[in-house]
């Protein structure tokens, strides 16, 4: 078992920045590539940004590149994603995700654990 524990979300006025935090316990995390992905309410799940398991190799999604940045620390087994540039349309419950491969990942399917979410809301 895998679980991971999301922290960092909140409300944030447009133009502003947030830093979410996502602790992994119960797998060798440094062979585990993990994802960020986001929903919406009336929208499908979706990736935002994912990070193989060395750091070396990472993905964002169109719609997020050059505002979000995804990074992880293997020694603390946890891995964040900063969000800088934040508008309306971010807002989304935001889900930390462990792949079931150490390369990163962009389907949902490749990722076999899930974390509860955690609320980001832009104001306008």
């Known amino acids: 078992q895998v679980q991971l524990v999301e922290s960092g979300g909140g409300l944030v006025q447009a133009g502003g920045s947030l830093r979410l935090s996502c602790a992994a316990s119960g797998r060798t995390f440094s062979v585990t590539a993990m994802g960020w992905f986001r929903q919406a309410p009336g929208k499908e799940r979706e990736i935002v940004a994912s990070i193989s398991g060395s750091g070396r190799a990472s993905y964002y999604s169109e719609s997020v590149k050059g505002r979000f940045t995804i990074s992880r620390d293997n020694a603390r087994n946890t891995v964040y994603l900063q969000m800088n540039s934040l508008q309306p349309e971010d807002t989304a419950v935001y889900y930390c995700?462990?792949?079931?491969?150490?390369?990163?990942?962009?389907?949902?399917?490749?990722?076999?654990?899930w974390g509860q979410g955690t609320q980001v809301t832009v104001s306008s």
């Open positions: 995700a462990a792949s079931k491969w150490s390369e990163i990942a962009a389907d949902p399917e490749s990722f076999d654990y």
